[in-house]
Structure formats: structure tokens, C-alpha cells
């Protein structure tokens, strides 16, 4: 894997991985954790994973045990590693910072990730 690819998304075969990177900046008590939203076309944005302030990450069913977020404490990097990756996870993704009473926000214009058979 290529870290640059994986932070701008990229285009794998079924069954390849991917590695998503995202910078946050300190947002102090306004920051609530971190998650990963994904939109494909003609379909809702969904949260397929996230990663609270006490460090429990919650995934979407359909990612369970395929997907791993995870955090570079001293870079305050976040990272979406996507593994055996299927055709339905095309989409485009997007890191989502959790501001404290607001909740997770998408901001940019995300990260293409394309799986073909």
C-alpha cells in the first residue's frame, strides 16, 4: 500500500486493501473522537466506523472485521485500514471529526475509494 494513496483514496480488485489517513487538529474539549463516513452514489452517507473519546470504536456491521480505524497519538493522524475489500464498498469517504455537542462532521471532499471484481 501506498500511504499517499490511501489518504486520497485509490482503486483496488476485490479482495485488495486500503489504507485511509486523516489529520485532525486539536479541537480540545470540543473534540468527541473521530469516524469515517462514506457516501456511494444514488445512496444515503453512512457511518461505517467511529472511535470515541474513551478509545471504543464502534463499525458497521457490514465492515465488521474488515475494517480498523485506528489513531498516531503523536502525529494526531487517524487512519481507516480497509481490508478484503468488496465491490458495495465503493463510495466516497470521508474522516469526521466529533465536535462536542454537535456530533460527527464530514468536512472536504473526501477520499475516492473504488473496488472492482
Known amino acids: 500500500q501506498d500511504p499517499l494513496v490511501g489518504s486520497g483514496g485509490g482503486s483496488v480488485q476485490a479482495g485488495g486493501s486500503l489504507n485511509l489517513s486523516c489529520p485532525v487538529s486539536t479541537y480540545g474539549r470540543r473534540t468527541c473522537g473521530m469516524g469515517w463516513y462514506r457516501q456511494a452514489l444514488e445512496k444515503e452517507r453512512e457511518l461505517v466506523a467511529s472511535?470515541?473519546?474513551?478509545?471504543?470504536?464502534t463499525y458497521k456491521d457490514s465492515v465488521e472485521g474488515r475494517f480498523a480505524i485506528s489513531q498516531d497519538n503523536p502525529s494526531n493522524t487517524f487512519y481507516l485500514q480497509m481490508n478484503s475489500l468488496k465491490t458495495e464498498d465503493t463510495a466516497v469517504y470521508f474522516c469526521?471529526?466529533?465536535?462536542?455537542?454537535?456530533?460527527?462532521?464530514?468536512w472536504g471532499k473526501g477520499s475516492q475509494v473504488t473496488v472492482s471484481s
Open positions: 472511535i470515541d473519546k474513551d478509545g471504543t470504536t
Open positions: 469526521a471529526p466529533c465536535l462536542e455537542g454537535i456530533g460527527f462532521v464530514a
